[in-house]
């Protein structure tokens, strides 16, 4: 054994081992074989892997928006995964003003129509399987959803 020598500590017991360098103790114990043979076990599968799921609400009705963003918190928490929101993002307002008279004729008078468009951002950590299960629910009308899936 002309390899280079390097002591390994066990910490639960109070004794340490020579390790060559292809890391093959000279003193065999099987606790150190089991350390090793568990690490390759933990590998992560591709079923277990949480993605970052960012569902998108937008509506004219803020109530019927609220609800949504409620039942949908509701039934992440229900399922015991992490739940980020709901972000209020800032309302939009869309103005328009036009004329009244539709000839164009008499006094200038203007209408002032305005629609707010609100928006709601709810981030879930969890594999992409349960989100199917979770926005299955009852969707209020005019409420939009849109569900951006991305790794973690």
């Known amino acids: 054994r002309s390899g280079v020598l390097s002591r390994l500590f066990c ?23 089991n350390m090793a043979t568990a690490v390759k076990k933990d590998v992560p599968t591709e079923e277990a892997v949480n993605h970052r799921i960012r569902i ?38 869309l103005k328009i003003t036009c004329r009244k008279t539709p000839c164009g004729e008499g006094s200038k008078t203007w209408d002032r129509f305005e629609m707010s468009i609100h928006k709601r951002l709810i981030d879930l950590f969890s594999p992409s399987e349960i989100v199917k299960q979770i926005t299955s629910i009852n969707i209020e009308p005019g409420v939009d959803v849109e569900v951006t899936i991305a790794g973690q």
């Not at 639960?12 to 074989?33: A, K, N």
Request: aromatic letters at 4%; one cysteine or more; glycine letters at 4%.
């Open 11 to 33: 910490p639960t017991e109070s004794r340490s081992w020579s390790v060559c360098r292809d890391s093959t103790p000279l003193l065999y114990s099987p606790r150190i074989f």
């Open 56 to 93: 998108t609400l937008t509506s004219r009705n803020v109530k019927n928006l609220e609800k949504v963003c409620r039942d949908l918190i509701k039934g992440a928490k229900d399922k015991k995964l992490q739940v980020k929101g709901p972000v209020r993002m800032p309302t939009k307002h």
